[in-house]
């Protein structure tokens, strides 16, 4: 523990004295509680402000690894359906009870809730293009060289051939137009593709340019929509300082409905805040240094890597390069065997657990937790009192971006690091 200086308790109680008298009964602990985590894990998600050492070790002949399975209590992914209804039902004046619904007013149902949460889960994880999953899919040869994707993929970031000998191509980005301006006679030349599109086919097809000649396996890197079962525990399966954006992008189809509950105002500014979440996922850099038994690795992006050594996947060894896709990290050389890789991670906030847990932050930033938090629980209040925290928020923002001044100040030959995630996105998925 780094910060010993203020708890939960004497947060919360800052927090209520500066919203007025009475507050403590109209918002309730868990409610302030609720709200201090979510500043904590923004303000993680905009200036990677808790960065922290871990250690795994490789797996012989395996390229890929997840950070968050290899770092649970660092990349966490574990805030549920349940978690998020109830902050949903907070800022609408619902009883906080989750996916019961028990009580709950004529403005909205819970099943309206829930619903508006899994379309704004699989909405995100298209705009952010992340967490990103590892497979590989069977491909049979066909006469034009398309081939029907799982129904659940959603957003590609990489793709690599896996011929029937065992080789691996890493595949670029293309569209029909670029490969009939190189050889219009592509399409009845197969062999080993060294390009796809998803530009001129179905969303659930691919396009290998040019059509392969033989049967072979597809290797991808891509993002995932998920049929949310409607339960408190249900994960949303997405990392945990950027959850917030699907309670804002569910509160904005809540708020935008022509019923009772409908409220244009607030229905933009949840919009406007999704889309900052979206901002922030999409230029998240989760790892800045990785070393092999103390010894630091070169470190770029995975599609670098690809361009670099184009045969990388092909070649077992000693690792001595690094390449990063948010949280996929890929190993080149691949692992021959067992090393001990250390990272320096950008991890997310460490949340307190109970009213004696200290804020993991020095005081001199906390007034702009407390901006936040005001900020925030004010959203339920509505019209002119909630416009009126506007200069809260962004003084929270402003904070954040000053200590992304002081980060880059002291990072020196680092900085170029920060850029990593946002640059893998553009190489491969250009805006």
């Known amino acids: 523990m780094a910060y010993a200086q203020v708890t939960r308790s004497a947060l919360a109680t800052e927090i209520l004295e500066a919203l007025g008298t009475g507050a403590s009964t109209y918002w309730a602990t868990s409610e302030v509680n609720r709200t201090i985590n979510e500043a904590l894990l923004y303000w993680g998600a905009l200036t990677s402000y808790w960065r922290e050492r871990g250690t795994f070790n490789t797996v012989a002949n395996t390229a890929f690894y997840d950070l968050n399975t290899q770092f ?16 949903i039902q907070y800022h609408l004046l619902e009883p906080a009870n989750g996916v019961a619904g028990t009580g709950m007013t004529v403005q909205f149902t819970v099943g309206q809730i829930t619903s508006a949460i899994e379309r704004a889960r699989n909405q995100f994880v298209i705009d952010a293009l992340l967490p990103l999953t590892d497979g590989s899919f069977n491909v049979l040869p066909a006469t034009d060289g398309r081939t029907t994707l799982n129904d659940s993929i959603v957003g590609i970031q990489r793709v690599a051939w896996l011929d029937g000998s065992g080789i691996y191509t890493p595949l670029r980005r293309e569209d029909g137009a670029a490969a009939d301006a190189t050889n219009y006679l592509w399409p009845m030349t197969p062999k080993t593709p060294f390009a796809y599109s998803i530009a001129e086919t179905r969303p659930v097809e691919l396009q290998f340019l040019p059509p392969p000649v033989d049967a072979g396996t597809m290797r991808l890197l891509y993002v995932k929509s998920v049929n949310l079962v409607t339960a408190e525990a249900t994960s949303l399966e997405l990392p945990n300082e950027f959850a ?108 307190p657990t109970a009213d004696a847990d200290f804020i993991q932050m020095g005081r001199e930033e906390i007034p702009y937790l407390v901006n936040y938090c005001r900020h925030v629980l004010s959203f339920k209040l509505g019209g002119s009192d909630f416009e009126s925290t506007f200069k809260l928020y962004d003084n929270f923002i402003k904070g954040a971006m000053q200590r992304n001044i002081n980060l880059v100040a002291r990072s020196r030959y680092l900085k170029a690091l920060f850029g990593k995630a946002q640059k893998q996105i553009e190489q491969e998925v250009p805006a």
């Open 72 to 87: 649970p209590t660092l990349r966490p992914r574990t805030i549920t359906m349940g978690e998020i209804a109830r902050e």
């Open 244 to 351: 917030s954006g699907v309670k804002y992008g569910a509160l904005h189809e809540l708020l935008s409905t022509n019923n009772e509950g409908y409220d244009p105002m607030r229905s933009q500014y949840a919009l406007e805040r999704y889309r900052q979440v979206v901002d922030a996922a999409r230029s998240y850099q989760s790892a800045i240094r990785v070393q092999l038994e103390r010894k630091p690795l070169a470190f770029d992006t995975i599609w670098n890597m690809d361009a670099a050594r184009p045969t990388w996947m092909n070649k077992t060894g000693t690792p001595n390069f690094a390449g990063l896709a948010y949280d996929f990290l890929g190993l080149s050389h691949v692992p021959s065997g067992v090393f001990g890789m250390t990272c320096d991670v950008v991890r997310a906030a460490p949340l």
